[in-house]
């Protein structure tokens, strides 16, 4: 079993940014963001691969966030910038043993207990 543990949401302005951490307890093939609002469908919002660095990207978040991976730590990070209130929601860190971009990060078997990020 592997155990994530989220940091780093909260509250800002539009056009601020934000730092997500995600600490997992054991390594994994994969390791990826996806958020959830209420009354939206959940979203991916990227991935990336701990041993080669590979990352994807859902098209929405190109540009403004960046998923990174601290291997020495364990640790996924996401910098958040020029947030607007569409970004509002709460983000779930999860991570696979498994590989495969089709599958969807929500779907990932382990996930954290989620983080509030809140634009206005």
């Known amino acids: 079993h592997v155990q994530l543990v989220e940091s780093g949401g909260g509250s800002v302005q539009a056009g601020g940014s934000l730092r997500l951490s995600c600490a997992a307890s054991?390594?994994?093939?994969?390791m990826g963001w996806f958020r959830q609002s209420p009354g939206k469908e959940r979203e991916d919002v990227a991935r990336?691969?701990?041993?080669?660095?590979?990352?994807r990207y859902a098209d929405s978040m190109k540009g403004r966030f960046t998923i990174s991976h601290d291997n020495v730590k364990n640790t996924m990070f996401l910098q958040m910038n020029n947030l607007t209130p569409e970004d509002t929601a709460v983000y779930y860190c999860?991570?696979?043993?498994?590989?495969?971009?089709?599958?969807?990060?929500?779907?990932?078997?382990?996930r954290g207990q989620g983080t509030q990020v809140t634009v206005s």
């Open positions: 999860a991570a696979s043993r498994l590989s495969g971009d089709s599958v969807a990060i929500g779907d990932f078997g382990y």
């Open positions: 054991d390594t994994v093939v994969v």
């Open positions: 990336i691969y701990p041993s080669s660095g590979r990352t």
